[in-house]
């Protein structure tokens, strides 16, 4: 029988589910009245769950190890709480808009249960329970995606979002089905003894691979994202690229490094060449791009690629960078999606043209812009910079100078077309340049949250050390 | 027993292939209730008859009602539906069969061990599945709800009315 | 019952099927029929599984539950997929995945 200490141990799943009863009991008793106060105590809500989160506890199994927890996992969860609280507090103004109201409260309702799904599949120690966090992480999104109904880019968003996410994991599930049948079990820790990388399994492994890559938008697997990001309403946008993309990236990691980790020469192959596509690729589409909903989304696949250069090392500085570099990317990338959405909710205009002038006519949102851009490529002394910085030196240490060599090629690279944005706001003149606005206070609020974030992360090593203290190699 | 075996692989597959090649969506509808009818008949040799009876109510009862029921409510059923170019075709038949191949290849070489106890023909049956399912699989079975709560709220605010209704 | 019948027949039928999915999926246009394409799919997985848990490891059922489960998801993300289509005809008038294609690169 479970007691209480063992509830605790799953706080963050339980607590989310309760909140997430009590705003659709919330709503449905206040029949679409009072939509602002509903909203704010959804954020205030959600804040508390957050808070509830940091607190300490013992590590442990829960339901026969389909259930694990540990501190890395608890960190990685309140990581995603806290891009969530962001994303939810830079919606509110989004959501305030005439169409939206009346379906305010499903948006919290949704985004949590996504949450939900995330959070298991983090902790989940068996293959049954990862598909269906997964699937719990991604239907829900796709709903999400077509949210904004009187536009029919969001539909078509919605549309593909769901039809290449049930693909991948048609394909992901064949490769699980097959892992199964060699190994004879679903859960992770037999899985591993059991591995060994004959035909079948070396295939199972491609199989569980593609399925994984589609859902973190490696190329070749990509070709949904531009789509998604540009269809979707621009906060669910960033919620997709931030913290769906975190979510899978975690569980990947983990899963590379325990379930497989007998087995890393394989890996490493399948890893090596959609590392170099994915970093390459992404930079040089995301040159091209004039939609800054589509460049975010390629500039987040090359980011993809970095990131798969500090778990292709497998080593204990590798892990630690990843979970680093994620928190990083979190505050920077919410940052520049902040900004188009701020912009674009006063204005409409989400073009790279119309970005021209900024600096002239609203000064706070261009250097807001610039710094999160600056911090994504990565330029010292920003967060963004430590991140990548130890993401090569994890794929360094295990001898992947040739990779390290692409990966920074591709930093420059990436410098020039976020520097093409900074150009347009600085330097380039418009007659037509976006006019003077005020921001409202919750859309300063998630601003400041990030640029405190960029800041806060890249000088205080401490954080860097803790995430050390947790994070294990192969 | 091989002849039960052949006979519902062929009514599978055929009907599978009639899913994919027919024009008319109403034809792929029924064509793929007839697949998952045989198999279901699988399941049932597979000593699996709980899941032989899920697999019908729900696929067969439910979804394929809801598939059926949305063709008729948009009155999809014209035969005009453009096909892709033979190119995308070709390459879709080249790469899957290389895919095939591989796997068919894979599947050969691995020599998979039978288990060799007694026979238990009541494995599938509802009341040894219970008893799993709120034991070992109580988890899942849980989050699952959370699942179906929130495909609820998804498919509602999909069909929410909107004060506004501008089309563009 | 499955005396004669070696496991890997229940193998390539799976395989065949989850390729006629693959197929149908890249190939078809309606949206409808890519769908029903994506439960071919998850059709043969579930085959796999059933067998698998058959033949080699009938001592544990869970081959059958993770085939429940994936009965029990499938479902929910049809009916969420359904919505969807549903919401695309009312824009397009049409669901066609070449009409429902204004993004390109």
Known sequence: MLVLEQYLLMRHELLLTLITLIILVAEISLKGENSHQLRLFSIILFFIVTVIGFIPIQEGNLFGGMYQTSGLIVLMKNILNIGVLIVFIQSYTWLGKEENKIKASEFFLLILSTLIGMNFMISSGDFLMFYIGLELATIPIAALAAYERHKTKSAEAGIKLILSSSLSTGIMLYGISMIYGTTGSIYFKEVAEAFSANNLQTLAFIFFFTGMAFKISIVPFHLWTADVYEGAPINVASYLSVISKGAAVFIFIIIMFTVFRTVTGMWQNALYITTVLTMTVGNLFAIRQKNLKRFLAFSSISQAGFIFLGIIGGNKLGMTSVVYFILVYIFSNLGAFGVVSAIANKTGKENVDDYNGLYSTNPMLSLVMTLALFSLAGIPPFAGFFGKFFLFTAAAEQGFYILVLIGVLNTIISLYYYLLIVKAMFINKSDIAIEHFKSDFYTRLGLIICVAGIFVIGFASPIFEYISSLSFGI | ?168 | MTEGIPLNYFLILSTLMFFIGIYGFLTRRNLITILMSVELILNSVNINFVAFNNYLYPDRLQGHFFTLFIIAVAAAEAAVAIAIIINIYRNFKSINVEDANEMKY
Do not use: W
Not at chain 2, 31 to 36: A, E, M, N, R, S
Not at chain 2, 38 to 43: L, M, S, V
């Open chain 2, 1 to 168: 027993m091989i002849f039960l075996f052949y006979l519902l692989s062929g009514v599978a597959l055929l009907s599978a292939l009639m899913v994919v090649f027919s024009r008319s969506p109403i034809n792929s509808v029924i064509h793929l209730i007839i697949c998952f009818l045989a198999i279901a008949g699988h399941y049932i040799l597979l000593n699996a008859q709980f899941l032989a009876v899920v697999h019908i109510i729900v696929y067969t009862g439910a979804i394929m009602v809801l598939f059926l029921f949305v063709i008729m409510l948009l009155n999809l059923n014209k035969e005009n539906e453009p096909h892709k170019k033979l190119y995308t075709k070709l390459a879709a038949i080249i790469s899957g069969g290389m895919l095939l191949l591989v796997l068919t290849g894979a599947v050969k070489s691995v020599a998979l061990i039978p288990f060799n106890e007694k026979f238990d023909s009541q494995i599938g049956l509802v009341g040894n599945f219970g008893k799993i399912l709120f034991n070992e699989f109580m988890l899942p079975f849980e989050a699952s709800s959370v699942l179906f709560l929130s495909a609820i709220i998804g498919a509602m605010i999909l069909g929410k009315k909107e004060k506004i209704t501008n089309n563009e």
